[in-house]
């Protein structure tokens, strides 16, 4: 997971780019993954050193829409009996 001091530059700089004041400027950002399964590194941190340099942590948390995806793609556009296996047993 990347910093919140990453996204807040980049809430910055589309304000000063594109001079628009909404979040991120007004453009539609895509962020993807697991937000609790990779943490970032603070040396020496704390466990609340931790959890407040997280995305989560960010006043941008508040606008940010989440979704979940549920379905394995890969096994509806493959016809591997295979693929099919491995998704069935790494789902549960």
Same mark, same amino acid.
């Given at each position: 997971?990347?910093?919140?001091?990453?996204?807040?530059?980049? /809430?910055?700089t589309l304000h !000063?780019i594109?001079?628009?004041? $909404?979040?991120?400027?007004?453009v539609?950002?895509v962020?993807s993954? !697991?937000?609790?399964?990779?943490?970032?590194?603070?040396?020496?941190g704390t466990?609340?050193d931790i959890? $407040?340099i997280c995305?989560?942590? @960010?006043?941008l948390?508040?606008w940010?829409e989440?979704?979940s995806l549920?379905?394995d793609?890969?096994?509806h556009?493959q @016809?591997h /009996?295979?693929?099919?296996?491995? @998704? /069935? $047993?790494? @789902?549960r």
């Amino acid at each position: 997971m990347s910093k919140k001091k990453a996204y807040e530059a980049l /809430d910055r700089t589309l304000h !000063d780019i594109l001079g628009n004041n $909404n979040i991120m400027g007004g453009v539609t950002v895509v962020l993807s993954g !697991d937000f609790r399964r990779t943490l970032p590194v603070v040396p020496k941190g704390t466990r609340a050193d931790i959890v $407040n340099i997280c995305i989560k942590a @960010s006043y941008l948390w508040q606008w940010t829409e989440k979704l979940s995806l549920y379905t394995d793609m890969r096994v509806h556009l493959q @016809s591997h /009996d295979a693929t099919a296996e491995f @998704s /069935d $047993n790494s @789902s549960r």
